[in-house]
């Protein structure tokens, strides 16, 4: 069975930094997707970004970037000029054949003024 | 842009009540969801559906749980006899494809409160 592990409960960054989130999973599968999603206080889920496994290359999306390495299994969510509306629970998330997504228990994010 | 959107928004209930939530999932999607999430904990998966029956479901979505789509947009998760413990926010998520590959588009949650 897949599972996802994240191992920062809480996080603080000041604004305009940087911070990075991590991420591990565990997969037997050769073809998967890897998410983030944002939880702000509103407890919606929003999709921050998205991975191919199959891509070697990162995706970026604005300020969001990941590190993704496939052979460690690990997938990093990198959040350059960090903003206080980057505040909230962040979830990684797996997505595989199954279709449904396997989420870790969150990072929550706090942006200090 | 396209929304998937939840109905009621907080319930409260007593214990051994039934409880319907609602969801209407974005109209070109095939796939629909039920997720919980107990104050916090991390999201769990309950149950997919797919043309008009239960296509996974977890150890979670045990018998006091069902799912319908009683017509071509709603999408319904049932607890039929509510207890304290499935107090939690429980989202509704629909997709195009059902492979990894798809994005899932939650909905903005249901608060479910059993007292």
């Known amino acids: 069975a897949q599972t996802v592990t994240q191992s920062q409960p809480e996080m603080s960054v000041q604004e305009a930094e940087t911070v990075t989130l991590s991420c591990t999973y565990d997969?037997?599968?050769?073809?998967?997707?890897l998410f983030w999603y944002k939880q702000p206080p509103s407890r919606q889920m929003i999709l921050v970004i998205r991975?191919?496994?199959?891509?070697?290359q990162n995706a970026t999306e604005n300020r969001f970037s990941v590190n993704f390495q496939k052979a460690a299994k690990s997938f990093s969510l990198k959040i350059s000029d960090s903003q206080l509306g980057d505040a909230a629970m962040y979830f990684c998330?797996?997505?595989?054949?199954?279709?449904?997504?396997?989420f870790g228990k969150g990072t929550k994010l706090s942006v200090k003024p | 842009e396209p929304e998937v959107t939840q109905t009621p928004s907080h319930q409260v209930t007593q214990m051994g009540q039934e409880v319907i939530l609602r969801c209407v999932p974005i109209s070109n999607h095939l796939y629909f969801y039920w997720y919980r999430q107990i104050l916090g904990q991390k999201v769990e998966f309950l149950v997919s559906f797919y043309n008009n029956e239960i296509s996974e479901k977890s150890e979670i979505f045990d018998d006091q749980f069902s799912v319908e789509r009683p017509d071509g947009s709603n999408f319904t998760l049932k607890i039929r006899s509510t207890k304290l413990e499935d107090s939690a926010m429980y989202f509704c998520?629909?997709?195009?494809?059902?492979?990894?590959?798809?994005?899932?588009?939650f909905g903005a949650g249901s608060r479910l409160t059993v007292l």
């Open positions: 998520a629909s997709s195009e494809l059902r492979s990894g590959a798809n994005v899932l588009t």
């Open positions: 998330a797996y997505g595989g054949s199954q279709g449904n997504l396997i």
């Open positions: 997969t037997s599968e050769s073809d998967y997707y």
């Open positions: 991975q191919e496994a199959y891509k070697q």
